[in-house]
């Protein structure tokens, strides 16, 4: 394991080097896996103290009940919309829910309830009657990742929880090859320790005043 982190070249080496006999499409995948196992690991430790708000990118469609969520969205803390200048939040519910509340899709009116949809929108009734400002409070990726395009920079993440990382990617290997009972290892032990420890290792740092991967580091004034 790295001593400062994961590189996206030292951690695509590891996946690549993991599997007794690697596919051509598991090696022309490793940095698909990189990508999902940063998203994953992310969403696993659902630190609420990154959370972000979007109030200005995405609006409703008239006549259309699904409606995008932000870009960089892993999870939808609350989702509102401005009616008349003021914030009118959305009550989440199951889409059946939805769908039963609401069944006539052509009877518009101000929303009242949304679903999770896929990963990219959600879904609303009543079907909206007018384009309206979404305003949304959601656990979103960091604004740094390992790419190949800086292949010898680390980032916040792979420094603060290398072997959690690797871990995390290696779950999302299983999509591309046949997985041995060492995956089923790494997974037990990342899902029982490694994520339990890194995500209390991350709040006491918080606490202590670290920045972290969302916001600026504070300034520091000479007197």
Same mark, same amino acid.
């Given at each position: 394991?790295?001593?400062?982190?994961?590189?996206?070249?030292?951690?695509?080496q590891?996946?690549?080097?993991?599997?007794?006999?690697?596919?051509?499409?598991y090696?022309?995948?490793?940095?698909?896996?990189?990508?999902?196992?940063?998203r994953?690991?992310?969403?696993?430790?659902? &630190? *609420?103290?990154?959370?972000k %708000?979007?109030?200005?990118?995405v609006?409703? $469609? #008239? /006549?259309?009940?699904?409606?995008?969520k932000?870009?960089?969205?892993?999870?939808?803390?609350?989702?509102?919309f401005?009616?008349?200048?003021?914030?009118?939040? &959305? *009550?989440?519910?199951?889409? %059946?829910?939805?769908?039963?509340?609401?069944? $006539? #899709? /052509?009877?518009?009116?101000?929303?009242?309830?949304?679903?999770?949809?896929?990963?990219?929108?959600?879904?609303?009734?009543?079907?909206?009657?007018?384009?309206?400002?979404m305003q949304?409070?959601?656990l979103?990726t960091?604004?740094?990742?390992?790419?190949?395009?800086?292949?010898?920079?680390?980032?916040?993440?792979?420094?603060?929880?290398?072997?959690?990382?690797?871990?995390?990617?290696?779950?999302?290997?299983e999509?591309?090859?046949?997985?041995?009972?060492?995956y089923k290892?790494?997974i037990?032990?990342?899902?029982?320790?490694?994520?339990p420890?890194?995500?209390?290792?991350?709040?006491?740092?918080?606490?202590?005043?670290d920045?972290?991967p969302l916001?600026?580091?504070?300034?520091?004034?000479?007197?």
């Open positions: 394991m790295p001593t400062l982190g994961w590189t996206y070249t030292t951690l695509a590891a996946l690549q080097d993991w599997p007794v006999h690697a596919s051509a499409l090696l022309a995948n490793i940095g698909n896996l990189i990508g999902l196992g940063e994953r690991l992310w969403g696993d430790l659902n &630190l *609420e103290e990154y959370d %708000d979007d109030i200005t990118t609006q409703t $469609v #008239i /006549g259309n009940r699904l409606v995008s932000p870009a960089d969205v892993i999870q939808v803390r609350n989702a509102a401005v009616l008349a200048g003021a914030y009118t939040p &959305l *009550e989440p519910r199951s889409l %059946d829910y939805c769908k039963l509340f609401a069944p $006539v #899709i /052509g009877t518009q009116a101000p929303p009242q309830f949304y679903a999770e949809f896929n990963s990219s929108q959600i879904y609303v009734v009543p079907t909206p009657d007018a384009a309206y400002q949304y409070h959601y979103g960091p604004s740094e990742n390992l790419t190949a395009a800086a292949p010898n920079a680390s980032t916040w993440l792979s420094r603060a929880g290398p072997d959690a990382l690797l871990s995390a990617c290696l779950a999302e290997a999509h591309f090859i046949k997985a041995d009972d060492r290892d790494h037990d032990k990342y899902a029982n320790e490694l994520l420890r890194l995500r209390a290792e991350l709040r006491r740092s918080i606490r202590a005043g920045p972290g916001r600026a580091a504070p300034t520091i004034v000479e007197g």
